[in-house]
C-alpha cells in the first residue's frame, strides 16, 4: 500500500466526521457539524490517501490530539509532539494498522527529528495499543476522563 499525506479540506473532513464504527470502537464515532469540520480546517489535522485516492484515515498534530480538559492534565506538560489520528472504519481490522501508524510516524518525524511523540489511547482499544508499541512507543500514564480510561504513550527516539 502506498500512502500520502494531504492538507485536509472540507469534503474529507465531512467524511471523516461521518465514519461510524462497530462497537466498542463506535467510542471514536464523531458529530457532523460545521463547528467539526471548521476545527478540523483550523487545526493540524492531514489526510492519508492511498494511491488509489481513497482516505485511509487521518492524523493531527498538538493541543487537537490531547483529551481536553483531563483530570490529569499534568500528562501533558512535558514539551512532546502529540499525535492523534484515526483510521477509515473499512480499513480497519485487516492489519493496516502498522503500515498507516508507521507512514504518520515518519513524517511526524521529518518536521521533529529530536522531539519525543505522544498520544493518548483509550485504555479498551488494546488493538491500538499493539501497533503503537509495535512501533517503538510505551506507555507513560492512565488517567479517566468522562467515564472513559486512557493511556498516554510516548516515543522518545529519533528520526
Not at 122 to 131: D, I, L
Request: hydrophobic share 45%; proline share 5%; with cysteine.
Amino acid at each position: 500500500m502506498h500512502l500520502l499525506i494531504k492538507k485536509m479540506n472540507r469534503k474529507m473532513a465531512a467524511d471523516i466526521l461521518k465514519w461510524t464504527y462497530e462497537p466498542p470502537y463506535d467510542f471514536y464515532n464523531m458529530e457532523l457539524t460545521e463547528g467539526n469540520i471548521i476545527g478540523m480546517l483550523s487545526n493540524s489535522y492531514y489526510a492519508v490517501v492511498d494511491d488509489k485516492g481513497r482516505l485511509m484515515g487521518f492524523f493531527c498534530l498538538g493541543k487537537p490530539a490531547q483529551v481536553p480538559d483531563g483530570p490529569m492534565q499534568e500528562v501533558y506538560l512535558e514539551n512532546m509532539i502529540d499525535i492523534g489520528l484515526g483510521m477509515n472504519p473499512h480499513f480497519t481490522g485487516k492489519g493496516a494498522g502498522s503500515e498507516f501508524f508507521s507512514y504518520i510516524v515518519y513524517h511526524v518525524r521529518i518536521g521533529f527529528p529530536n522531539m519525543p511523540l505522544r498520544l493518548t489511547v483509550a485504555s479498551f482499544n488494546k488493538r491500538a495499543a499493539r501497533v503503537y508499541q509495535k512501533a517503538g512507543f510505551v506507555e507513560a500514564a492512565r488517567f479517566d476522563k468522562g467515564g472513559a480510561a486512557f493511556i498516554v504513550m510516548v516515543n522518545k527516539g529519533g528520526l
